[in-house]
């Protein structure tokens, strides 16, 4: 049985809850198939929010994995954020064992909903996602899932341009 820092005694990594990503809307540019977008499933290491959000943190501040209640937590985090107009945000996840990517992105408010946020990314507008909690199991279940679609989607994509 694996420990991690989430887990409490006696309890399997496996059944840890952990803050992960939930795509909304899908990205509008081939990119998206490498693999470099973030994926439903895909379970957030650390966000960095305000002044650019760079990796050097300077003006940035840090929240690391475990998030405090979760997603309720992060949700407040992003109103926090949303009202003090640091909108720009960088967020890590790891992906599978050692798998690990980063998205830029910026706060928005979620259309219909009152103090609810999502994120869309820098780079492409369209791509926008939130934030679920899931046991890591799902999310282990969830990114093999997605490696077969996106092999999948890529093998069609080549067939339709050997066709044209």
Request: glycine share 10%; with cysteine; charged share 30%.
């Amino acid at each position: 049985m694996t420990k991690d820092r989430n887990s409490k005694p006696g309890r399997d990594t496996k059944s840890t809850i952990v803050l992960a990503v939930e795509c909304l809307k899908g990205s509008s540019k081939a990119d998206e198939w490498t693999g470099d977008m973030l994926q439903t499933g895909d379970i957030v290491e650390e966000i960095l929010i305000g002044s650019g959000s760079s990796s050097s943190g300077s003006g940035s501040i840090r929240y690391k994995a475990p998030f405090k209640n979760g997603k309720r937590g992060v949700q407040k985090i992003l109103h926090n954020s949303f009202k003090n107009k640091e909108t720009s945000i960088v967020v890590r996840v790891r992906r599978g064992r050692d798998g690990f990517a980063e998205l830029h992105a910026c706060v928005v408010p979620e259309p219909g909903y009152k103090n609810k946020y999502v994120l869309r990314s820098i780079e492409d507008p369209n791509y926008a996602f939130g934030f679920t909690d899931r046991s890591e199991a799902e999310c282990s279940e969830l990114q093999g899932e997605l490696d077969d679609e996106l092999c999948l989607n890529v093998l069609m994509f080549l067939s339709l341009e050997l066709l044209l």
